[in-house]
């Protein structure tokens, strides 16, 4: 289990407390707080331009080069269909690793800002409602409350394995 | 503990593979009647080595096989034996057998005994032994028997813990063993204690020594006399049966992970087994691929002192940075100019580890025509030339495959039957000739034939009855030639085992295309025909004009580039309103708009106020419509499915100097996205 290793290897190289494999770092859309595992977080950088992908789907922005390697930015609010919003200094991109059809990809994702990071324990968990058609709810892994504001777990193998940005499609 | 036999193995199968190709080509050099004495020799050491290291390794089968090649080979050698044609036949299909029984080895998988023993037959009779006399023989060298002439001892060597305090010294006696002859020692840790409860006296070590001497058992008694009683001793003869226990717990292994899950399931259906026994299979197969590369010593060499010159130029620049004086601006600059030489110097001679010269792929062929020449009675003479001409690995190792296929096509519907030949006032036999050679940044290979070439008619009958064309289509010679690339398309009468089962030439064309290769054919009835294969002399790096469309940057492959040219407006047509053609010179080339395919904001669409890069693919030309062109660089190649997909149009993406990604074009890729986009318009028109 590769999970565990790197848990092991976070506490103890950078004493980070506790259980980290329930840690999530939340970031804000659209006012809303969302959260995806920590362990999946490769590195968080400024929003820089990026070189267009012809034909592509219109949330993918583009590609950027990390150290060498292409990586694929997708811009949530427009995977989500909400309102665009002009892109500032506090615009980030959070590159994660994304695991489906048995191989690692690197992509980045697009958010207003970064917020915190949480323990949030695996019981405390709840199972999203339905959305009905508004959100595919298959991407939402679950809800969780943390000093009283509620987060919105992310399932991103889901999400950015999904409709065009699927290998298979 | 010991030296664990098995880590050589990949290495001794590697070797002994190379020495088999050795092997094929000096026999297929060996004539009947001439025993050249360097031939033979060089095939005689060969199958020696692969004898030895079969043997040493435990490759039983092996080595008692080609004990029986060797003894063959040693008669031929010492001229007691003339070299017939039969002889040399046999020793190529023994060449085959070892073959096979080695990648059975490497692959864990099964080959075909029959079909060995036959050969191995065959080889006995020539040699003109009885069976048995030959077994016999084997067994000296192999199996060794129980008897003194034994290849070695086996010493099962445990002493006390008290030895050392009685004055003997366990070195002392294998040090002493060790002049009876070649010593393979195994030391055991198993009793050593902790650090802390060891005593300095006593001795925890015991050891399992091999010798490989034909001594009496007593001379190797006696060495142990004065320790008899002190420690365990077994000495047993060096016999086979220990190799073969040392191969068995591969096969224990094997069983037990085939039978394991099938016993823990609940319910066991019948279909479960052959599944996991395929999955075993799988899973061992590439191991045995375990890809390496052989590498000249002054091509390492040559990296060493590159990289040496790399670091010199580093630390001066270095130097240069911690005392910047702006007086030194000059000296900077030069000190840049050599990094950049040394950066690419390194990385051509990097590139360089990874080719090989062709004649890795041309050396099967010498074997190929020989063996299909006499099935399908035809005599034809092999050309080869170029040899020496390189090519990336991994090109290489895909072009192999549709190579063989152009021989056998050749061979097969190419090349007539000797009284064909001569009843068209030709010689009787027919040259087939593989060329290969480097023009600009690529490499071609030629496959020309002075057979039959292509029959036109023939091709434009089967391509009408097979619907690939309409009957009063018009078509240039190149189109017809075309259509032989079109999946299901054969016009060999008669399906032989060898080809006509027009399976091939699509596949042989696509797997060009995935090179980023191209491949035609030019011919003339009764006189041959020519296959011309172009590939990219790597798949990592390649040359790039670098143009720009709004504000995206491409780069397009120079190989397809033709021409750059700003467009005329007299020049310009357009055809029913839809498709817009150049007329440059005397042909009309279709004009793509980047944009337009791309989905672009551009800086211009007017086609005048741009650029046209005339590039060609898929056997035809296109005009790319761009808005300007940049410069032209090298450029590394990188792949988009690594993290996203496949992109249609583009092939890969690269790293610019500004840390910037820019897309690759396919052009291929364009020409039939082109195509399509103007097949659309014609539905629209009708």
Not at chain 2, 71 to 80: G, I, K
Not at chain 2, 299 to 310: A, F, R, T, Y
Not at chain 2, 596 to 614: S, Y
Request: overall charge negative; aromatic content about 4%; charged content about 30%.
């Amino acid at each position: 289990m590769t999970t565990t290793a790197q848990a092991v290897d976070l506490q103890t190289d950078y004493g980070v407390s506790a259980d980290v494999e329930n840690q999530y770092l939340t970031f804000i859309l659209n006012d809303e707080e969302y959260g995806v595992d920590i362990l999946r977080v490769q590195e968080i950088r400024g929003w820089e331009s990026v070189t267009s992908v012809p034909n592509a789907p219109e949330y993918l922005k583009g590609v950027i080069n990390i150290r060498g390697t292409i990586v694929p930015i997708v811009d949530l609010r427009m995977r989500f269909g909400m309102d665009n919003l002009e892109y500032g200094p506090i615009t980030v991109v959070i590159v994660l690793k994304v695991i489906g059809d048995n191989r690692e990809r690197v992509m980045g994702i697009v958010v207003d800002t970064v917020s915190d990071t949480y323990d949030v324990p695996e019981d405390s968990i709840k199972p999203a409602p339905d959305f009905g058609d508004k959100i595919e709810v298959a991407f939402v892994k679950g809800l969780a409350t943390v000093n009283e504001k509620m987060l919105i777990l992310l399932d991103i193998d889901k999400l950015l394995n999904s409709g065009e940005l699927n290998i298979l499609d | 503990m010991g030296i664990d036999l098995s880590q050589f193995h990949a290495t001794f199968l590697e070797e002994s593979f190379e020495g088999l190709d050795v092997m094929e080509s000096s026999l297929l050099n060996l004539d009947a009647g001439d025993s050249d004495s360097e031939t033979v020799n060089t095939i005689f050491r060969s199958a020696h080595s692969i004898k030895g290291g079969s043997a040493t390794f435990g490759f039983d089968n092996v080595a008692k096989f080609t004990h029986v090649l060797e003894t063959l080979l040693d008669e031929v050698r010492s001229e007691e034996r003339e070299v017939t044609q039969s002889i040399v036949n046999a020793l190529l299909e023994s060449v085959d057998c070892v073959r096979s029984m080695l990648e059975a080895q490497r692959d864990e998988s099964d080959y075909d005994e029959a079909q060995v023993k036959s050969v191995q037959d065959r080889l006995e009779a020539i040699l003109g032994n009885s069976g048995s006399v030959a077994e016999e023989t084997v067994d000296e060298v192999v199996s060794s028997g129980s008897t003194n002439n034994s290849e070695g001892w086996l010493i099962d060597f445990k002493p006390h813990l008290n030895m050392i305090q009685t004055g003997n010294d366990p070195v002392r006696i294998i040090r002493e063993i060790k002049s009876l002859g070649l010593l393979e020692v195994k030391t055991s840790f198993d009793k050593l204690p902790d650090l802390s409860e060891m005593n300095a006296e006593d001795c925890y070590l015991s050891w399992e020594i091999e010798l490989y001497s034909d001594v009496d058992e007593s001379v190797v008694r006696e060495i142990f006399e004065w320790v008899e009683d002190e420690c365990d001793l077994v000495i047993s003869p060096l016999s086979s049966e220990i190799k073969t226990e040392e191969t068995s717990p591969v096969e224990e292994m094997l069983t037990a992970t085939e039978v394991a899950p099938v016993q823990t399931q609940q319910n066991p259906e019948p279909v479960v087994e052959p599944e996991i026994k395929k999955a075993v299979k799988k899973r061992t197969k590439p191991v045995g691929e375990n890809a390496s590369i052989r590498v000249g010593i002054d091509k390492v060499d040559e990296l060493i002192n590159l990289v040496g010159e790399l670091v010199i130029t580093q630390s001066m620049l270095g130097e240069m940075g911690r005392n910047f004086d702006p007086s030194n601006i000059e000296k900077m600059m030069d000190g840049l100019a050599q990094l950049e030489r040394h950066t690419r110097e390194l990385q051509e001679s990097v590139m360089r580890i990874r080719m090989l010269p062709i004649s890795f792929a041309f050396n099967r062929f010498p074997r190929l025509v020989h063996d299909l020449s006499s099935k399908l009675g035809k005599k034809i003479e092999l050309k080869l030339s170029g040899e020496a001409t390189e090519l990336d690995k991994t090109v290489m190792e895909k072009i192999g495959d549709p190579l063989v296929h152009l021989v056998r096509n050749s061979l097969d519907h190419g090349l007539e039957t000797p009284d064909i030949r001569k009843a068209a006032g030709k010689p009787e036999t027919g040259v087939l000739h593989l060329n290969a050679y480097h023009k600009g940044g690529s490499i071609i290979i030629e496959i020309s034939d002075d057979g039959a070439g292509l029959n036109k008619e023939k091709i434009r009958s089967k391509a009408v009855s097979s619907g690939l064309i309409a009957e009063d289509e018009i078509l240039t010679d190149e189109k017809i030639y075309d259509l032989i690339f079109q999946p299901g398309f054969s016009t060999a009468e008669a399906v032989s085992d060898l080809s006509g089962r027009g399976v091939g030439m699509d596949v042989v064309r696509r797997n060009i295309r995935e090179l980023g290769g191209a491949v035609d054919i030019v011919s003339k009835e009764g006189e041959g025909s020519k296959i011309t294969i172009r590939l990219p002399l790597t798949l990592a790096i390649m040359d790039g004009q670098l143009v720009r469309v709004g504000n995206e940057t491409y780069i397009i492959p120079i190989v397809s580039i033709i021409e750059s040219l700003q467009a005329k407006k007299e020049s310009i047509n357009k055809i029913v309103d839809q498709a817009e053609v150049y007329k440059l010179r005397d042909e009309y080339i279709n004009i793509v708009r980047l944009y337009e395919i791309f989905d672009l904001q551009p800086e211009t669409t007017d086609v005048t106020n741009g650029l046209l890069v005339m590039v060609e693919g898929e056997g035809s030309k296109i005009g790319l419509f761009v808005d300007e062109l940049l410069g032209q660089q090298q450029v590394v190649i990188k792949s988009l499915e690594t993290n996203y997909r496949r992109i249609e149009g583009v092939s890969g993406a690269t790293i610019l100097g500004d840390g910037t990604v820019a897309m690759i074009l396919d052009v291929p890729g364009l020409v039939v996205m082109s195509r399509a986009k103007s097949s659309v318009n014609e539905d629209k028109v009708a």
